[in-house]
Each structure stands twice: as C-alpha cells, then as structure tokens.
C-alpha cells in the first residue's frame, strides 16, 4: 500500500529543549541529508536565540517558547490528520506532539520504540531541559504544563527504550514503577529478536519509532552533543554516552519493519559540529564571503 | 571595489584523483555549507564511478578521466576569464587548471600559499593518486600528461607551503631543490609574522590559497580521511595527519588577506563521513525512503 500521501513530514528544528541553537542547524542539515518528501511538509517555526540567556521558567528553560511550539506543532498535525509522521528535530521534545497524536490515532494502543541512550523521564526536580523529559510526559508523568498536551498517554508496558545506557536512580525507579521495558546493544544481538518477541508478546500493530542520535558511539558518530571538538575535557564525565552504530540502529528498525505497522519515525539531537564549524569558517574567506568589499 | 562578478566559483567534485567516490558527495556539501555566489559558477562534470576498479593508467588511477576533467575545468575558466577563482572539490588536483590558469594571467608572479599538511610532490614513481602530484604538476614537475596543462609554472620561491608535517625523504629532496618554502603549526604561530614577512619578502602582489581540509587535526574536525570511522585501526599508519585547527586556518588567510590581493581560493579533501553515512541510512528508513511500498 503507498503511504507518501498520508505521512505528514515535519520539519522541526527546536532548540530550547537541550538550549543549544546548534539544533537548528542540525535540523536543515538533516532535512538535506533525507529523501525528498513525496507528501505534505510542515516546518514549525521556532524562536531564534538571542544574546540573553534562555530563561529558566518555574524549573524548565524556555518553558514558554517551548509551550508555543508544541502547540504549533499541535495545530500543524491537526491540519492533515496524517496517519503517519516523520519528524526531523530538532532536540528530542520535538516527538511530544507526533506520538500523542499517534497514540490517540490508533486508540491508546500505539507501541513506542524509543531508541535512546538516556530513558527521557526525568522532572523538572532533576533537570531543567525539557528535552530530557518527553517520554515521561508521553507516559502522562511530569511537568503539569507539558503533560496536558498528551491526552492519551501511552501504555508504559507499550513502550521499549532500545540502546539504554546506565542510568540514574531516579530514572530507572520510573521505569520500574511504570513498567517500562528497555535494552541495551548487547540484548538487543544480531537479530533483533528479543524486540520482535516484545513487539508480538504485546501485540503492537503500530510503532512509532524515536531514534536520538545520541544512542549512537560519539566516536563513531561525531555528530552528536558529546562529541563536541570544542567541548572541554570532562565536560561530559558521568554521563551516560551511546553505544551503538549506525548500522545496528538500521537493522533494528528494518527488522521490526517487517513485523508491525511504522506509523511514525522521529529523528533527533542532530549536532552536525564539522558542518557547523565549517560553515562558519567559510563565511568568513575572503573570496566567499559576502560582505560590501567582496 | 567589488569583486563579486570577476570571481568565478567553480564547483568540481572530482573523486578519482584520491580514487575515493565519497569526495562527491563531500563537494556539494560543502557547496551547500558555502555562502550563496553572487557571480558565475560553473559545475565540472565528473564520470561517475562504477562497479569496476578505477583503472591504473601508466601509473595514475583514473588518468584519462582526470585528463578529461581537468580539460573541462580550463575550458570553464577560459569561457568567463575572471580575475578571481575560488574552488570547491573534489580531490586536491581540482586546483591544477585554477591555479595555473592564474599564474597564466598573473604573468607568472602569483604566489601560492599551500594549506596543507602534504607538500603534493609525488610522481607515479611513489604513489598512483594523482592528488599527491598537484603542487609538483604547477611547479612543472611530474608526469608530461598533466604538467604540460601548466603553462607557466608557478616560481617555486613563490609558494609556501603551510601546516607541512613530517614529509618523506623523497618529497623533502624536492621540496630543497626547488627552493620551496613551508612551515609547520608552530612556526607560523598566532599572529602568522613569518607567513607575512615571506610574503613581503617575495614581493607577493596576487596569492591563491589552496586550503586542504587534511590540514587539520582528524581528532577535531573529523570530515577528512583519517577520521573515517570504518577505517580499520591501524590503516593511517605512518602517514602524516593534519594538526592544525578550523580557527587558526582561518586566522593565517585573514591576517594573509591584509597583505596581499588574494585572487584564488581552493578548498579541498572534504570528506563529511557522518553526513554520508547517515544519507546512506536515511535513504533506507521507513516513511523516509523512497521505495514503491513507500
């Protein structure tokens, strides 16, 4: 069956969620590297930064900026009722919006393969980047302002995390409290078949796929927060890095293809440092900049 | 006064010259990362490669092809006779027909400032990739086929080569006979005083850099081909990697560009592998690929 003119792509390059504007950058550079859309396109405008720092509001930075954008988002999804979704971000909070409608599409019964190296379930208490919050927000848990958007929160035991790190105390108290299943590298093997065992013991007949980059080997894949050329020694020193590489992420996702029903696929947390930094370099040669003297 | 409609920009993604397909697909990122042109611009068709092994031809990979290119590349530049030229590749040899093209009208007084941490000396009697051959091939030097493009070599006096590595026996003897100039990381320093100083020497009035993107450190900006992350440990070997980084690259041209009319600005050996290997995952993803079931 085609699906083109029923997936709603969104472009959705949304920073304040990590308060890093390099996902801006990310996110257009992410848009280059895919195929072309065959179907409808939406590109969700978001705040430009400033000289200011982001505010921190009531324990989220950019609550309000990152409030109107999920309702953007909201109203974008609302004009094509698509039955599929792919979201190109953008920091992983893009995701909130598309899988709520996901999961109230298919009548609360979505399943969610949340390929990660972090859980994504932490509160304001813990953190106060909203990014690291959106599955637990997903689940119906979290700050009040972000979980109302979420009418029908996913079923917790619908939910796998695949690539999972170590985690905190706080976050693996959630997902045990929830019942949320997870994987690392290791269990997840060469045939993916402790995830397609999960995907049939619970019956999952549509899966929206979240795939952060970062679940990926920073030394493998450098474009990604911790592989930052310019980041400081340490800077990253306890917490929990990806461990997978492209190729395995491939045959995850190309594996549970052929057993359920993708309804939708978000890819986040893209920090394309070399093109970044180059860019920047080349807008400042002689020869190539454009400025009155050249 | 403005340059912008005497500069020609030249898109040209040769590969076969390091006999590496991927620097196509580094080219017109690269292009994309580029400020827009506001003058001419002319793309150089390139043969795409194939199944089979590019074939060694008296000693060089790719020779016919490359011979064919660097024709098509002269008669780019013949067809708008500009005053300035900046290149965008593609493989180091991409400079070969710019580079003597404007020596050519520069009545053989250009000045070269070679970016890069090889001095690009080989013959076929070392090495069967052309790309190595390039600053030789426009002092005269090398195999007939190519040298004979250059019309009036460039003065060996005239070059510099900058952020040179340790170079091999054969490469250093030529570098002394011809009385080439370079420097290392350190001796150019912070302020580029002795880049400077050489270029007043010399009575330097035109200069066209040739910015090789292997100049710099592979552990902070990873676009180049000794940070590819397939690579087996241990392929690199004994081969001199770049140490210089983005900022002071672009410090030495802007301190250069105080000095000096630069007329021609190569930009080369771009190698994005994160942006390739991504594409390549990207092209095969559910709801993105573009597939008749899709």
Same sequence: chains 1, 2.
């Avoid at 959705?12 to 590297?33: E, H, R, S, T, V």
């Avoid at 909130?96 to 298919?106: D, G, K």
């Avoid at 079923?155 to 170590?166: Q, S």
Wanted: aromatic content about 6%.
């Amino acid at each position: 069956m085609s699906h083109s003119n029923r997936t709603l792509r969104l472009l959705f390059p949304q920073w304040q969620g990590g308060n890093n504007p390099a996902y801006i950058f990310g996110a257009k550079l992410l848009d280059y590297l895919s195929p072309a859309s065959t179907g409808p396109r939406e590109v969700i405008n978001v705040d430009a930064p400033t000289d200011d720092e982001l505010p921190l509001e009531n324990g989220i930075r950019g609550r309000q900026a990152l409030l109107r954008q999920l309702s953007d988002a909201e109203d974008a999804i609302a004009r094509h009722q698509p039955e599929r979704l792919v979201v190109l971000g953008g920091d992983c909070l893009v995701d909130l919006a598309p899988f709520a409608y996901l999961n109230e599409r298919y009548n609360g019964e979505l399943g969610v393969l949340w390929i990660d190296a972090h859980p994504d379930v932490m509160t304001p208490k813990e953190f106060d980047h909203a990014h690291a919050m959106v599955l637990g927000n997903l689940i119906g848990e979290g700050d009040d302002d972000f979980r109302r958007h979420v009418k029908t929160p996913l079923k917790p035991e619908n939910v796998m995390i695949a690539g999972l790190g170590a985690t905190l105390p706080s976050e693996s108290e959630f997902l045990d409290k929830h019942g949320v299943s997870s994987m690392g590298p290791a269990e997840i093997g060469d045939d993916s078949m402790a995830i397609i065992d999960w995907i049939e013991a619970r019956g999952i007949r549509h899966l929206a796929i979240h795939f952060d980059l970062d679940v990926l080997d920073p030394s493998h894949f450098r474009s990604v927060l911790f592989a930052d050329p310019t980041a400081p020694i340490g800077s990253f020193d306890g917490i929990t890095q990806g461990d997978m590489n492209l190729n395995s992420v491939l045959r995850l996702i190309t594996d549970v293809d052929t057993k359920t029903d993708i309804v939708g696929l978000g890819i986040t947390e893209h920090l394309p440092w070399d093109a970044i930094n180059l860019s920047s370099v080349l807008a400042k040669l002689p020869l190539l900049r454009s400025s009155p003297s050249a």
